[in-house]
T-cell receptor
Framework: DGGITQSPKYLFRKEGQNVTLSCEQN?????MYWYRQDPGQGLRLIYY???????QKGDIAEGYSVSREKKESFPLTVTSAQKNPTAFYLC?????????????FGPGTRLTVL | AQSVSQHNHHVILSEAASLELGCNYS??????LFWYVQYPGQHLQLLLK??????LVKGIKGFEAEFIKSKFSFNLRKPSVQWSDTAEYFC????????????FGQGTILTVHP
């Protein structure tokens, strides 16, 4: 089955700890994205990557970091510098190129800071 | 910068009622427009998209949307909703040199009563 997997589904973290969210895709997509979803605010872009070993900040990158060492993987680290990290995090991928190519989304990770 | 506005935060309908969800965007160039749906407990998935041609686009599950360029709008419609349409709906736009990045609206929660 082709698709995007995110793990874990639920994650709890103490304040001051860094935590890494996993995102893997087997769709052979070049581009990958991380969004944060908060109630009433839609999805906001954190980071994106068009190609391996390259990534750019999105609209709300502060307090987050990413890496793209493999085409299939785009992990997101939520650092202790993120002021309000409790949220639902969604990973997506798409075929690079035309703007009309839609993004495909993973099931998400719900992060709660205790 | 792109922005998307969805007019209704929560819409409540009875089965068989007609649905129209408003979406307006701001962007001066060529845009690609999307409606995504998030059913309870499921992945965000594409309902339909517009990138060129006929401004009336049809999607899955009987949904359609009309792109009105002069009004910067891309409203979602369905003639007769079902209980299974209960979900959150997101309008999104990409365009220009955005590298396929999506800007999402705030989302509209649709509740359909049997």
């Amino acid at each position: 089955d082709g698709g995007i997997t995110q793990s874990p589904k639920y994650l709890f973290r103490k304040e001051g700890q860094n935590v890494t969210l996993s995102c893997e895709q087997n769709l052979n997509h070049d581009a990958m994205y991380w969004y944060r979803q908060d109630p009433g605010q839609g999805l906001r872009l954190i980071y994106y990557s068009q190609i391996v070993n390259d990534f750019q900040k999105g609209d709300i990158a502060e307090g987050y970091s990413v890496s793209r060492e493999k085409k299939e993987s785009f992990p997101l680290t939520v650092t202790s510098a993120q002021k309000n990290p409790t949220a639902f995090y969604l990973c997506a991928s798409r075929v690079a190129g035309g703007h009309h190519n839609e993004q495909f989304f993973g099931p998400g990770t719900r992060l709660t800071v205790l | 910068a792109q922005s998307v506005s969805q007019h209704n935060h929560h819409v409540i309908l009875s089965e068989a009622a007609s649905l129209e969800l408003g979406c307006n965007y701001s962007y001066g160039g060529t845009v690609n427009l999307f409606w995504y749906v998030q059913y309870p407990g499921q992945h965000l998935q594409l309902l339909l998209k517009y990138f060129s041609g006929d401004p009336l686009v049809k999607g899955i599950k009987g949904f359609e949307a009309e792109f009105i360029k002069s009004k910067f709008s891309f409203n979602l419609r369905k003639p007769s909703v079902q209980w299974s349409d209960t979900a959150e709906y997101f309008c999104a736009v990409s365009g220009g040199t955005s590298y396929g990045k999506l800007t999402f609206g705030q989302g509209t929660i649709l509740t359909v009563h049997p």
